[in-house]
C-alpha cells in the first residue's frame, strides 16, 4: 500500500444540527466508508429522514458539515449529487411514462450517453425484473413496482453513495430479494449504501455496520457481534439488542432532565 487508506470515507458527518419546533438532529457526527453497507436505525422521530435528507440535499442544515466522497455536499450541493442517489419511503415517478420512458427521462437530466443510458436502462429492467413491464404505464403499477421503478431511476447514473429510506416498503418477498440482489451487488463493486428500515432482520442480515439514533443524536454504532457484546442482556437478535439500547438511552435522558430540574 502506498500510504493511502485502505477503507476511502464515502460519507462523514460532522456537528450536525436541525430544529424545527424541537431538535431534529443533535450535533450529529458520523463516518461511514466506502464500499459499506450501513444500516441507520431507530425510533420514529430519531432523526433518521431529517438526518439523511441533509446529506442529499433535500432540506437545508442549521449547522455541521457534509462530506460525500470528498465532496464538501453544502460547498458544491450540484457535484455532490452527482455522486449520489436518494430514494425515499414513497416512491416519486411518472405515472403516464413507462419504466423505460422513466429511466430514459432520468438519464436525460444527468446527460448521460444516449448509447450508455440504454445500457443501464436494460440492465436495471432486468434485474428489478421489470423488463416484461418496461413498456407500460407506470400508472397502474403497486406500490412495490413504483418503488422498484424508482430504485432503477436512482442508479441509472452509477452513484457512489446510494441512500435509502425504507426500501423495502410494499414489497412483497420476491422483489425484495430482487432489490437485496442488487445492492449487495453494488457493496461488492465498492459502492456505499446506507439504509433505513424498521425491518431489523434486513439490517441483522446485511448490514456490514449499524448505527443507532434516537433524539437526534447517535447512542450506538458497530457490527451486529459490536453491538451484542454491549448488550447488557446478552441479547441474541438485533431487536433485543435495539430495544435494550434505546430504552437505556432513554432512561439516561430522564436522569438527566431530572438532575438538571
Same mark, same amino acid.
Given at each position: 500500500?502506498?500510504?493511502?487508506?485502505?477503507?476511502?470515507?464515502?460519507?462523514?458527518?460532522?456537528?450536525?444540527?436541525?430544529?424545527?419546533?424541537?431538535?431534529?438532529?443533535?450535533?450529529?457526527?458520523?463516518?461511514?466508508?466506502?464500499?459499506?453497507?450501513?444500516?441507520?436505525?431507530?425510533?420514529?422521530?430519531?432523526?433518521?429522514?431529517?438526518?439523511?435528507?441533509?446529506?442529499?440535499?433535500?432540506?437545508?442544515?442549521?449547522?455541521?458539515?457534509?462530506?460525500?466522497?470528498?465532496? &464538501?455536499?453544502?460547498?458544491? *450541493?450540484?457535484?455532490?449529487? #452527482?455522486?449520489?442517489?436518494?430514494? *425515499?419511503?414513497?416512491?416519486?415517478?411518472?405515472?403516464?411514462?413507462?419504466?423505460?420512458?422513466?429511466?430514459?427521462?432520468?438519464?436525460?437530466?444527468?446527460?448521460?450517453?444516449?448509447?450508455?443510458? #440504454?445500457?443501464?436502462?436494460?440492465?436495471?429492467?432486468?434485474?428489478?425484473?421489470?423488463? *416484461?413491464?418496461?413498456?407500460?404505464?407506470?400508472?397502474?403499477?403497486?406500490?412495490?413496482? !413504483?418503488?422498484?421503478?424508482?430504485?432503477?431511476?436512482?442508479?441509472?447514473?452509477? *452513484? !457512489?453513495?446510494?441512500?435509502?429510506?425504507?426500501?423495502?416498503?410494499?414489497?412483497?418477498?420476491?422483489?425484495?430479494?430482487?432489490?437485496?440482489?442488487?445492492?449487495?451487488?453494488?457493496?461488492?463493486?465498492?459502492?456505499?449504501?446506507?439504509?433505513?428500515?424498521?425491518?431489523?432482520?434486513?439490517?441483522?442480515?446485511?448490514? &456490514?455496520?449499524?448505527?443507532?439514533?434516537?433524539?437526534?443524536?447517535?447512542?450506538?454504532?458497530?457490527?451486529?457481534?459490536?453491538?451484542?457484546?454491549?448488550?447488557?442482556?446478552?441479547?441474541?437478535?438485533?431487536?433485543?439488542?435495539?430495544?435494550?439500547?434505546?430504552?437505556?438511552?432513554? &432512561?439516561?435522558?430522564?436522569?438527566?432532565?431530572?438532575?438538571?430540574?
Amino acid at each position: 500500500m502506498s500510504g493511502s487508506s485502505p477503507h476511502p470515507v464515502a460519507l462523514e458527518i460532522r456537528g450536525l444540527q436541525k430544529t424545527f419546533t424541537e431538535t431534529a438532529v443533535d450535533d450529529l457526527a458520523l463516518t461511514i466508508r466506502a464500499g459499506e453497507f450501513y444500516a441507520l436505525l431507530g425510533p420514529n422521530g430519531a432523526g433518521k429522514t431529517t438526518t439523511l435528507r441533509m446529506v442529499a440535499g433535500l432540506l437545508e442544515a442549521d449547522a455541521g458539515s457534509v462530506s460525500i466522497c470528498g465532496i &464538501d455536499a453544502f460547498a458544491d *450541493p450540484i457535484e455532490a449529487k #452527482r455522486v449520489l442517489a436518494w430514494v *425515499p419511503d414513497e416512491p416519486m415517478i411518472y405515472d403516464k411514462l413507462t419504466p423505460y420512458e422513466y429511466l430514459e427521462f432520468v438519464a436525460g437530466l444527468w446527460s448521460m450517453d444516449t448509447d450508455l443510458a #440504454r445500457f443501464r436502462a436494460d440492465t436495471l429492467l432486468d434485474q428489478f425484473g421489470l423488463a *416484461p413491464h418496461a413498456d407500460e404505464r407506470c400508472g397502474g403499477f403497486s406500490k412495490g413496482m !413504483r418503488q422498484k421503478v424508482a430504485l432503477a431511476g436512482a442508479l441509472i447514473h452509477e *452513484p !457512489r453513495l446510494i441512500i435509502l429510506d425504507e426500501p423495502l416498503t410494499g414489497l412483497d418477498a420476491g422483489s425484495a430479494r430482487q432489490v437485496k440482489s442488487v445492492l449487495q451487488g453494488l457493496v461488492a463493486t465498492g459502492v456505499t449504501v446506507i439504509m433505513t428500515t424498521h425491518i431489523l432482520e434486513v439490517a441483522e442480515r446485511m448490514a &456490514d455496520r449499524i448505527g443507532v439514533i434516537a433524539k437526534g443524536r447517535l447512542i450506538a454504532e458497530g457490527t451486529l457481534s459490536e453491538l451484542r457484546e454491549r448488550a447488557s442482556a446478552g441479547g441474541i437478535t438485533l431487536e433485543d439488542i435495539f430495544l435494550e439500547i434505546v430504552a437505556g438511552a432513554n &432512561d439516561a435522558q430522564t436522569l438527566t432532565e431530572s438532575a438538571a430540574a
